[in-house]
Structures are given as C-alpha cells and as structure tokens.
C-alpha cells in the first residue's frame, strides 16, 4: 500500500488527494488551523464574501471537478453582462475585453492606434530571452497600453511591480504568440484558429481571465465560466474535505506544518520522512508538494541542488483585503454595479482595483446592502499591505467614495491580511524552473515517481489552473 503525503491543503493538495489514482493511504498536512490555502469564505448575517479569490474562470478539469462534487446546482455564474473598468482620468471607463476594446474610453486615439500597429511592430531579437510586462507591453503595443493595460492586468492578476514581473513566466501566451508569429496579436489569432480545427471547429475561450499560461489545460472546445457557488468558494474546499474524509486512508492534519524532510531514503522503504511541527516524523513513499518557492526550497534544499537558492527568492507580494457592507442608496444609479475594475497606478489611487460582489454575483449580502471588495498594498505598496487596521479602513473608505459619493459610511466593515498572497515571477524565472526540472528529472532516476512539485510560482496561479495541475498529479500518482 503506497502512503503519499501531501505538503499544503489548498485547492491544489486537495485536487490531488481527490484524484489520486491508486488506493493506499493519503495524508495532507496543513499548517494552517484549516484547509482551503487562499481560498477562505466568511459566512456572517447573511453575508456571503470572499476573503481571497473572489471569481473561479473555470478550466475543464474545473468544470469536471464541479460536477464530480456534484456542486452543478450550487454553482453562481457571473452575469455576463456586467462591465469592468479601469481609471483613466479619475473616472471609472468601462472596458470590453478582445478587440472592442478599442472602442472603449481608457485609451486615446492616438494610443489606439498605436495598438493597431502591433502587427508592424519587429520581432524581438533572438538575444532577448525574458523582459518585464511593462517593457514587452510598451515595445508591443506603445507605453500608454503599459501604463493602461498591463499595469491593471498585472494589479489585478499578481498584485505585482508590471517592471519587475517577467513577461515570460507570468503570461507565457503572451511571450510565445510573438516568438511563434513576430506579433502578439497574430500569434493569438493562430492559435485560437488551431484550437478551433483540432476541436472540429467548437470553438470557445482558452485560458484562464486570472493568469493563463501557455500550457493552460482549457482547451478550444471548452466553454469557460466565471463563477462561484451559493455558499462561496469554500464550498469547493469543504465538499472535496466531506468526499475525502468517506475514503478509508485518507486523513488531513491541519496545525501540521512540514519542518524538515529527509530523503530521499534507502529503498525498500519509505522514500521520505517528513518532520512536522510538533517534532512527529510522518513516513512518505511518494511526496506531493504543493508550496511556494521559499518553503519548497527549504525543505527539499539537499535535492533541489540546481535550483533551491532562486526558489527561495522567489517573493510573494501582500494583500489585504478590505470588505465592506454599505446601506443601499436610494438611487440604485449610485450603486456600485458590474463587476468592478482595476486602478493603473499613475492615477495615483492605493487601491489596487476594487470589487462588487453583491452586483456581480446575487446572494451576496442581505437584502438593502451592496459590496465592495478593496485590494491593497500589493509588490508597489507593502507597507500599506501591514498598516493598521484605521489606515486601511480609511484608505478604502475614501477611494470607495471617490467613485460612489452618495454611498455614505460603511455599515460593517472585514480586514483580511494575506502577507504572502501571490508569488512574484522575477527575470529570469524561467532558468530556474528549468533548473528546478533538472532537479526533478535527476531525482526521478535516483527514487522513481517519489516527488512531485506543483504551485503557483511553477505552473500558473488562477483556480482553474491550480485545480488542472492538482488533478493531472493525482491522476498520475
Ligand atoms: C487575495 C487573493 C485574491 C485572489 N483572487 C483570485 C481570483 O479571483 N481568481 C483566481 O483564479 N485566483 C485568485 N487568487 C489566486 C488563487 O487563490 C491561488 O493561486 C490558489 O488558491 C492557490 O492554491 P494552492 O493550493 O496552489 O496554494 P495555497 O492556497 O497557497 O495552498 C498552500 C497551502 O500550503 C500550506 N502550507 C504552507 N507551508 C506549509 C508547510 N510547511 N507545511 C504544510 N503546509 C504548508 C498553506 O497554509 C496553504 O494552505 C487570489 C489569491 C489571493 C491571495
């Protein structure tokens, strides 16, 4: 009977632990007081808000894990229809994705025609293997669609610096439609018309909203949703933890965090030992490891040879999230309504966007409230991620205000602190996932299938995609 033990019980971990495809024992280790990672729901007086990610744009293996659950009935899908924004100008101006976006009021027409000339633009030369967001967006498509384009995506997605995140970890398709087509806009074009031939002409939406990778599992035929379920997010976590938990050997320990782990050991045997927190060694024949760059280097530093010192500085930007319940105006003109939008950061705001939870999605709040989700502090703005709670609340407060002068106070008000929240992929990310591989790979022919890496900071941060690397993994254990 194989024992594998899973490091993290965030969606990943529990995405593996669903799927593992032998019997045998499985055992998550958490070091937190509860599963989920990022994914944390507060149910309170008929509210109903999302601490971390707020949206699921689901990937096929998301949309299968939803129905296996049988949460199909729980699921709440975005309207469809409700705009996002971007400030320009200290307005909100809505914002259509794909090409009607040059018909909206974020860019000038001089921008927008700049935009247009992406195609004409030179390919980059072979000796540029990696460059931030900021400079591939202002070399693509000119500088306003940096300030005004990838600096809210990379807000939005990262939380992060768009001159310090590498374009080619952190938006691969981006990177490989201009390697592959000499522009990004016919690159994109290409591959959507090859997804729609080896789909028999479905087509449909790839890739994730929040992230998508190159190698993102949503394929053409897939129709991708926005969502979240009745009972918000951490229904996906405690339906899988309830499914789990009916299987013989499968147990969770949260408060467990791994310290150390040995291995890999002599065969036959256990191949590791992981010691956790409270000095309990905890016997593995196949390790899962679904942590950030920093604790995954820490513990698997004697094998991570080639690439365990730039895991370890790999950062993490930090966000805290501030909720708020307000009075619904008299007007519902003064309402916050559609999704919500994202702030460049030359506007000068601290926000980094702001949501609408109860506009995007019902059941939200009782009835005569409205929400508004503030995100703050992110790799530009760490200290205000860690300033008191009245600075937080006052920050928020008055950037809410700006946009909905007739929304007076909050009437409740929630701080969430993530000081970890989301890894930031610096230049040159991509050497050390090829390092990392190495790494594996040379493990692989010492102690055959007995560790597997998966996380954010490696194969892509969106739900969708945590929940595609999770499964494929348990599928293959
Ligand atoms: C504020 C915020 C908003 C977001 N918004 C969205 C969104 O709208 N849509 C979207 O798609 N994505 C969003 N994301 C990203 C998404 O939520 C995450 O990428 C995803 O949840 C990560 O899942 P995971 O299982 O890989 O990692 P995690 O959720 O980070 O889980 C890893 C787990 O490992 C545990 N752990 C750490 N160290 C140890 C140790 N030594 N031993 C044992 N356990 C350990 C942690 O406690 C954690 O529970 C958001 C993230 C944040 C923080």
Redesign the pocket.
């Known amino acids: 009977m194989t024992r594998v033990v899973v490091?993290?019980?965030?969606?990943?971990?529990l995405a593996a632990a669903f799927r593992r495809a032998s019997t045998g024992e499985t055992i998550v280790?958490?070091?937190?007081p509860r599963a989920?990672?990022?994914?944390r729901t507060i149910r309170e007086d008929g509210f109903t808000l999302e601490c971390?990610?707020?949206?699921?744009?689901t990937s096929e293996a998301a949309e299968r894990l939803i129905r296996d659950l049988g949460l199909e009935g729980e699921a709440v899908a975005a309207d469809g229809k409700a705009p996002r924004w971007i400030v320009r100008g200290g307005s909100p101006r809505a914002v259509v994705p794909g090409p009607a976006a040059l018909f909206n009021k974020v860019f000038t027409l001089k921008g927008k025609l700049r935009l247009l000339k992406e195609p004409f633009v030179a390919r980059r030369p072979a000796s540029l293997d990696d460059e931030s967001v900021h400079s591939f967006f202002a070399r693509r498509f000119g500088e306003e669609a940096a300030l005004y384009g990838a600096g809210p995506m990379v807000s939005g997605v990262y939380a992060g610096d768009p001159h310090a995140l590498s374009i080619r970890s952190a938006f691969p398709r981006l990177w490989d439609a201009e390697g592959a087509s000499g522009s990004v806009i016919r690159g994109l074009l290409r591959k959507k018309e090859k997804e729609g031939k080896s789909a028999g002409g479905g087509g449909g939406k790839g890739g994730?909203a929040?992230g998508g990778r190159s190698g993102d599992p949503a394929p053409a035929r897939h129709r991708a949703r926005t969502l979240t379920f009745s009972g918000g997010l951490f229904t996906l976590i405690e339906t899988l933890l309830s499914r789990l938990n009916e299987r013989p050997g499968f147990r969770i320990e949260t408060n467990?965090?791994?310290v150390s782990v040995e291995g890999p050991l002599p065969s036959p045997g256990p191949r590791w030992r992981v010691r956790a927190a409270d000095g309990r060694a905890v016997d593995a024949d196949v390790l899962v490891s679904?942590?950030a760059g920093p604790?995954a280097a820490r513990?698997f530093g004697n094998v991570l040879t080639r690439s365990a010192v730039a895991l370890a500085a790999v950062p993490s930007s930090p966000?805290t999230?501030v909720l708020a319940a307000y009075p619904s105006p008299a007007s519902p003109a003064d309402a916050p309504r559609g999704f919500g939008g994202l702030i460049p950061q030359v506007e000068g705001f601290r926000s980094l966007g702001i949501l609408y939870p109860a506009s995007l999605f019902t059941g939200r709040a009782p009835a005569g409230f409205v929400l508004t989700t503030s995100?703050l502090g992110g790799a530009l703005d760490r200290a205000l991620a860690g300033a008191p709670d009245a600075d937080l609340l006052a920050v928020a407060g008055s950037e809410v205000a700006r946009f909905f002068p007739r929304l007076g106070p909050p009437s409740r008000s929630w701080i969430v602190r993530?000081p970890e929240?989301?890894p930031q992929l610096p230049l040159g990310h991509h050497r050390t996932l090829a390092a990392l591989d190495a790494d594996l790979a040379a493990l692989e022919a010492m102690a055959p299938g007995s560790l597997h890496v998966t996380?954010?900071f490696r194969d892509g941060?969106?739900?969708?995609e945590?929940i595609a690397r999770g499964e494929a993994l348990g599928e293959a254990l």
């Open positions: 490091l993290g019980g965030g969606i990943a971990g280790l958490e070091a937190g989920g990672g990022s994914i971390g990610p707020n949206t699921l744009r994730g929040h467990a965090a791994a679904t942590l604790q513990l966000v999230v995100f993530w929240a989301i996380s954010g941060i969106a739900l969708g945590r």
